[in-house]
């Protein structure tokens, strides 16, 4: 049973503080019995109400527990419903229309006269599958039938603005989009074509994965104490790098990568420093943090810290460092072959090459489907806004085919999953490519919960190949880093915001307001890492063979394009120094489909830095 003192630790150890302690610890201590928590899935329950209200300050309040009631409803009720869907066994959507419906069982086919292009792309044994009265992947509701999604009311609704696109998207502007089911979309010219570069360091399609061997897991976490170690010892700013185990009477200064002492969350008494093993013992220390008025720490990240250890069993800090100098160029100590690789220009001709400009983009992140369908109507949404206000360059974040959605999960469908995707993704964009011109260019990324692609992550870009649009539509790895006009955009689909807010510990001064989730952010700049957390959670592929060279941030991105399941932002990060500080544009678009209902986009103009930056998050 979970007692007062317990529920009090786990709120001060996440960095909350308790308004009328004794009856928000009372309420709490039932929430827990009535819900069968632990003390710390509460305190974890709470961050994530929190992050969701953005609620200002880190304090709990009477007023808010309430709402926090609710929270713990919906969570429990969604688990019992996952329960209840894994142990039914459906059998075949068509079965079941054509008994609801009267369907007949061999459906006409429509004759039509596909281009030489969608000859190429879909052969016609699939086609005239995809287009007879019912697909054979929809889920039991025939198309005609209105979705809750296609029942909502309001459509392209401007949430909030970032700069000034107060005339960039009004809604009066954008509901002409939905006119009638007629309406037919007339084309609009875009502007200038954007250059496009892509980072080739990451996997390649059909790479050799999940092999990996202790040896490598125990390579990559030495590679990057050794890579930031270096780092420290090459800004001439700190002290010679001593081992931290080793008893010292004086102030020391080590670099090492934080651990945890045993299973759970951080604490104040779980806290290790492991140090190289090719540099120095490699033995891991205790550390005290008590001395430090500020600190974000969370296992894996690799700090620099000045403290003293006189008896050789406990370090006591009174320094933390999380970052090293950043460059807006490429890393120095990046061998030569990789240094090439991020100069090649893959996808843009020589004469298009030109120096940092305005650049507009559309970002989304899947799911790209309600969950009550595979009909794939908030991608349709997207794709018509985006013709009649066309962007340079269309991004779209994985997942496409979310193994995570009610009927995949099921096996309820009757095509595979890359059949799917071909239909209800790649032809609608190559239709959306082919109908705007040469001028736009689509970019995907895929998600390690996409079906119809390779569990692994780092994971390998989709292997698209369409003939005469290859220049247009291009995929990325997962992590990617491609250059439009000379602005780098980096983009990572793992929920690393999420998976870091459940395993930070923070410090903060007492009544100082925190931007957590600029904070959460930030840790993947200071860090030089797409995924700095180690160990990561079960359910996370990762491969430590691949993980080295695909996760390594090299320089400081001018966007960075972080989809999670936390609500939707764009911010802007600053590192460093007040006068030379380096700046990056973060986003979190959402998803486009939440649940049977619509969720959000983001619509981004880029003018050569973040402050003539133009940012809208738009309901869909």
Known sequence: MATDEE???????????????????????????????KPSDLVSSWELYHLNRQLLDQTVKKDDMDGFVLHLQNEQKESIMRVEEAGLHLYSNRDVDMLLDGVQEDTEEIVTTPTNKSQRLHPDPFDSISRSRDYGYSTGKSVGHVTPFGSRIEKFVV??????????????????????????????????????????SGPEPGCRFMYDRTEDRFSALE??????????????????????????QRSIFAVGMICCDGEGHLNDKSILLQSSAER???????????????????????????????????????????SVPLTL??????????????????????????????????????????????????????????????????????????SEHPEIKKGAVDATFNEIFQVEVLRKLQDYVEFMGSEVRVVLVPSIRDANHDFIFPQPP?????????????????PGTFEANQVKVSCCTVDVLKQLSGEEMSKNPSGVPTDRMSRLASHLLRQRSFYPLYPPPESLPYDSSLAPKALQISSI???????????????????????????????????????EGAGTFVELTYKGGPESMHASIISI
């Open 7 to 37: 529920i009090k630790n786990e709120f001060k150890r996440s960095g909350f503080i308790l308004v009328e302690e004794d009856e928000i610890l009372k309420r709490c201590v039932t929430l827990c019995i009535n819900y069968s928590l």
């Open 159 to 200: 949430k909030f603005n970032v700069g000034n696109v107060a005339a960039h998207a009004e809604n009066g502007n954008n509901n002409d989009v939905e006119n009638s089911e007629d309406d037919i979309i007339k084309r609009v010219q875009t502007s200038q074509r954007c250059s496009l570069k892509v980072n080739g």
């Open 223 to 248: 590679y990057r104490i050794v890579r930031h170690a270096d780092a420290f010892a090459a800004s001439g700013l700190y002290e010679e790098q001593v081992d931290p185990a080793v008893a010292s």
């Open 280 to 322: 120095t013992s490699g033995q891991r220390v205790p550390v005290d943090l008590k001395r430090l008025d500020q600190f974000s720490i969370f296992p894996g990240q690799v700090v620099g810290i000045e403290g003293q250890n006189p008896s050789g069993h406990y370090l006591t800090a009174s320094k933390l460092l999380d």
């Open 329 to 402: 160029t490429v890393d120095v100590d990046l061998p030569p072959a990789k240094r090439q690789i991020l100069d090649q220009e893959v996808l843009v001709p020589a004469e298009e090459s030109c120096q940092k400009s305005e650049v507009s983009f559309i970002i989304a992140s899947g799911p790209f489907t309600t969950s009550d369908n595979l009909l794939f109507e908030p991608l349709n949404e997207l794709l018509a806004y985006a013709k009649r206000k066309p962007p340079q360059l269309l991004v779209l974040l994985g997942p496409f085919v979310d």
């Open 462 to 478: 989709f292997d698209i190949h369409i003939p005469d649009l290859e220049h247009q539509m291009t995929s990325l790895s997962n």
């Open 557 to 595: 991105p001018d966007i960075l394009l972080l989809p999670s399941d936390m609500r939707y932002f764009v911010k802007i990060l600053s590192l460093g120094e007040e006068e030379d500080a380096a700046k990056c544009v973060c986003v979190n678009p959402g998803r486009l489909a939440k649940g």
